[in-house]
């Protein structure tokens, strides 16, 4: 997954590495604490969504802060839902070569 961030210096384009099981066990884990559907309604499920975005999908590669100003409000909608796709592929993978 790739996010581009509109940052001061101009815009800087982001590659998330291949996620992890302690990536997808944060996801889990962040799933059981956030709406996802309802994460617009509510500023502090969005934080922990995007937190997660920032520290599990991304690594640190830029901060929370970065991402707040750096992401285009009509984007995103859809840069939170690439992220949580991207776990969801990644463990439908594991799925089909572990057999399951």
Known sequence: MQITLNLPGGT????????????YDSFLKMRKKVNVANVGE???????LIKFITKEVFKNQ??????????????LALVCLEAINEIDA????LDVKMGG
Not at 12 to 23: A, I, L, N, R, W
Not at 90 to 93: D, N, S
Request: proline share 11%; charged share 20%.
């Open 42 to 48: 509510n500023p502090r499920e969005l934080k922990r």
């Open 12 to 23: 800087k384009t982001f590659t998330s590495p291949v996620p992890t099981v302690k990536t």
């Open 62 to 75: 830029f901060t929370v802060r970065q991402f707040y100003q750096g992401v285009p409000l009509n984007e």
């Open 90 to 93: 990644h463990a439908a993978g």
